[in-house]
Structures are given as structure tokens and as C-alpha cells.
């Protein structure tokens, strides 16, 4: 990749072979000004840009949605974690005495059920978040 100096940016602007000159051509932009992708600006421009342009979209939407986002991977790193838990309480209680190990299964039983339901829960709300952001 090879920055240019702002004389040779200029006249590049109006070639052809320019990687936006298409894209400038079917929007209407006006010759001679720099073109640039969103994207490519720094954070406090970018911000600015998506203001102005993004109906709804505000600099705190974008924090709250990167808060859901880490809420949610904490979420399933906790259901994970449970999970593996429950997994080893039913290890240890299939080693115990019949009389307590009935009544240790029949919990575990109640456990596994009411954690699935939570990752349903989960993965619903998850997938309703990301169909919302997108």
C-alpha cells in the first residue's frame, strides 16, 4: 500500500481506476471532492458521520449494544460453567449409596431442566438482540 501526497490524491479523485470512482459516478458526487469511505475515519469523525447519516443511530446505541453483547457472552460463560457443574454433582452422586443417590438424581433431574430452559431463554433473547442491532 503507497499513501499518496494530497497533488497526486487530487487528480486521482477524477481517474477512472480510482477504487470509488464508480461508486461517486452513480451517487452523484461532486468531482474534486475526497471521497471516503466511513470506515475509514478516525472514531470521533466516524461518529459524527453515523450521527448525521444513520437514522436512530447514536453513539450511546452503539455502547449499549457493545454492553449487551459482553452481558450476554458473561451470561453464557455462567450457563457454561453451571453446566459443567451440574455435570460433575451427577458424577459424584451416581457413586453414592442407592438411598441417597435416588434423591441426589431426582435434583440433579430438576437442575438439568430448569438450566436448559435458561439456555433456550438465552439463545431466544440472544437472537432477538442480534436480529434487532442488524
Not at 464508480?22 to 475515519?41: A, K, Q, S
Request: hydrophobic share 35%; net charge positive.
Amino acid at each position: 500500500m503507497r499513501f499518496c501526497n494530497l497533488k497526486e490524491c487530487e487528480s486521482y479523485i477524477h481517474t477512472l481506476e480510482s477504487p470509488y470512482a464508480n461508486t461517486r459516478m452513480e451517487i452523484g458526487w461532486t468531482p474534486g471532492v475526497p471521497f471516503v469511505h466511513p470506515h475509514d475515519l478516525p472514531n470521533k469523525a466516524k461518529i459524527g458521520f453515523l450521527e448525521a447519516y444513520e437514522p436512530g443511530w447514536t453513539a450511546t446505541h452503539d455502547m449499549e449494544l457493545k454492553h449487551k453483547r459482553q452481558k450476554f457472552s458473561e451470561i453464557k460463560a455462567g450457563l457454561d460453567d453451571a453446566e459443567s457443574l451440574i455435570r460433575k454433582m451427577d458424577l459424584e452422586a451416581r457413586s453414592l449409596q442407592p438411598n441417597v443417590k435416588a434423591v441426589l438424581l431426582a435434583k440433579l433431574r430438576e437442575y438439568k431442566s430448569d438450566l436448559n430452559n435458561l439456555k433456550s431463554e438465552h439463545k431466544r433473547l440472544a437472537s432477538a438482540n442480534s436480529n434487532q442491532a442488524a
